[in-house]
């Protein structure tokens, strides 16, 4: 009986820990995208500028919705249908997931294979999609066409669509009216919608509006108007009126992203508004961290650029330059900024690199705001090889990891404030080092190989270096030994408060970098340490044990001449919210 209620026992813990674990996975809306070319998700070889706007949609909403964007070029409501795609979609939908449906550019097509009309058949597959989608307990959603540009009376515009032409050897004499393209096609979804009590999104009025407004050249800039030799994928170039560059892409998901915001507030609450996005797969403004970078204005005073950073693994070696003021990047989970050089690694003129020239990033610029990035070095143990360096003032990072050996995180700046709030900094020997004022708030500092935590190089008359404050110090398995700190410089700081150090924490505590003379100028101290190493009657003599907090409160440690409080304030600049 008691070996039967152990097995009942198990049973229910696994079927309560399978039960969590879909119910995390549950938390993830989907949105599935469905319809033609405009929507689609483009290839990316040799270059290709073209994009759908569906493709790049998933850069305006936070980590709790995922965009599953099934739109195929050339498919109309019933292509659509009758190749399968749509059971697809229907086998995946859950119950609280969205439906997004647009059609019309290719139900418009004379080729029976996709044509339907509007009024019968056009409706009739729209309400076949609103239909099933509720059986699934998703939510529909309905949009109309986007707009062609078509500023003169083209009889061929919309088989036009299907050829995707090169560069047109004569100039069609365009007006400055937008003339419709689509006629009854727009008023399917709209008429469904209020039938069957769905939300509809008029993109060609958002999309008519925003290219009549730009005038018939500067609309060009949204559509595949490429100039020859300017992309492999059309080398003779191209003048397309339908389909979307990286750019218009970006601009008319947005413009559904806002549409949204106003019309499905539940799902709205999730949209954020980036200035650039980065991704791998295409879906950003830029494949890379740089490119967003260079792209910020040069001193943009009193705004805030804020640059979304995909889910990917991005190899590069990143600046951000003195000029690139007001900065925040903002990563997706799985997003990371990643190198491999080191010190003693030959530059192209076959000199060392040094300790500075081995970092993956470079942070110059004031008032940066880092969240959810990792910054990683993998040279391995090598020696110095830094994962970041920070020579900025008010910086912020939050939520981020810095991956390293040897002199991962470098806090470069002499007078430069840095705040650090739910971070993991990983390493072996002086992991966390540099002449920087910077605070540690509920941090991990994890140790992978015997070594020292810290090696400030504070300033004689910096009254602050380094304050550690709730923060948890780890370490892998067979590491012990491990200092808190030891003075890069003779007047080095550091204070840890309330912090929980493990066993791999030696018992003096401190190191004085083999210079007696040290002990008497570096200020180090501890305030209600605890764990396994906490061993305040072990510590070295020069080590302080503080008996209150008086002028160290976080906010007077950070505040400078300027008041900077990145507690109370947060980055408060940012705004992805419009």
């Known amino acids: 009986m008691r070996f039967m209620k152990t097995k009942m026992l198990m049973a229910l813990c696994a079927l309560l820990l399978l039960s969590s674990f879909r119910t995390d996975s549950n938390d993830v809306i989907t949105i599935f995208t469905i319809g033609d070319s405009t929507m689609a998700n483009k290839p990316l070889k040799d270059g290709n500028l073209e994009r759908g706007w569906g493709q790049m949609l998933a850069g305006y909403f936070s980590k709790e919705v995922r965009v599953d ?108 009216t937008l003339i419709d393209t689509h006629g009854a096609y727009l008023d399917s979804p709209r008429n469904v919608a209020a039938e069957m ?16 407004g730009m005038g018939k050249e500067g609309s060009k800039k949204l559509f595949m108007w490429i100039p020859e030799g300017v992309s492999p994928a059309c080398p003779k170039g191209r003048q397309d009126n339908t389909h979307l560059n990286v750019y218009g892409g970006r601009v008319i998901a947005g413009l559904a992203a806002k549409a949204i915001v106003e019309q499905i507030p ?59 003021i007001n900065i925040s990047l903002i990563g997706e989970d799985g997003a990371v900024l990643t190198n491999d050089d080191y010190a003693s690694k030959k530059n192209r003129f076959g000199e060392e690199m040094s300790t500075s020239g081995s970092s993956t990033c470079y942070i110059y610029a004031p008032d940066f705001y880092a969240e959810n990035i990792t910054f990683a070095n993998t040279a391995g143990r090598v020696g110095q090889a830094v994962a970041c360096f920070v020579s900025a003032d008010r910086v912020m990072f939050k939520n981020c990891r810095f991956l390293g050996n040897q002199d991962t995180l470098y806090t470069y700046g002499k007078g430069c404030r840095q705040y650090y709030e739910d971070c993991y900094v990983e390493g072996t020997v002086d992991f966390i080092f540099g002449w920087s004022q910077a605070v540690f708030n509920r941090c991990t500092i994890h140790s992978v190989g015997n070594g020292y935590l810290t090696a400030p190089s504070t300033d004689k008359d910096q009254k602050y270096g380094y304050v550690f404050y709730d923060c948890r110090m780890t370490a892998a398995d067979g590491v012990s030994g491990v200092a808190l700190s030891r003075p890069w410089r003779p007047y080095a700081k550091a204070v ?83």
């Open 197 to 212: 009590g769905v939300t509809f999104i008029d993109m060609n009025k958002l999309t008519h509006d925003l290219v009549q």
């Open 496 to 578: 840890f408060i309330r912090c929980d150090l493990g066993a791999h924490i030696a018992p003096a505590g401190w190191n004085n970098w083999g210079k007696k003379s040290n002990e008497s100028t570096v200020f180090y101290a501890e305030y209600q340490s605890k764990g396994a190493g906490a061993n305040p009657k072990a510590r070295a003599s020069y080590g302080k044990q503080l008996k209150n907090l008086d002028g160290y409160d976080i906010e007077e440690v950070l505040a400078g001449t300027d008041g900077w409080n990145p507690v109370k304030n947060g980055n408060q600049l940012v705004s992805v919210k419009r």
């Open 69 to 176: 964007n099934h739109a195929l070029n050339g498919r109309s409501s019933k292509s659509f249908i009758d190749e399968g795609h749509w059971a697809k979609v229907y086998a995946s939908i859950r119950k609280g997931d969205y439906v997004f449906i647009q059609f019309g550019h290719n139900d418009e097509k004379a080729n029976p294979k996709r044509h339907t009309d509007p009024g019968t058949t056009f409706d009739e597959n729209l309400r076949r999609f609103v239909r099933e989608t509720r059986e699934k307990g998703g939510i529909p959603v309905l949009f109309n066409s986007i707009v062609r540009r078509n500023f003169y009376d083209n009889s061929n515009a919309v088989a036009d669509d299907d050829f995707r032409k090169e560069k047109a050897s004569g100039t069609k004499l365009e007006g400055d």
């Open 266 to 324: 539940e799902l709205g609450k999730y949209v954020h508004f980036y200035d650039f996005v980065v991704a791998k797969d295409g879906s950003g403004d830029f494949f890379t961290i740089q490119e967003a970078i260079d792209a910020v204005p040069d001193f943009r005073k009193n705004k805030r650029t804020t640059i979304l950073v995909r889910k990917g693994e991005y190899k590069e070696k990143v600046v951000i330059p003195e000029s690139k």
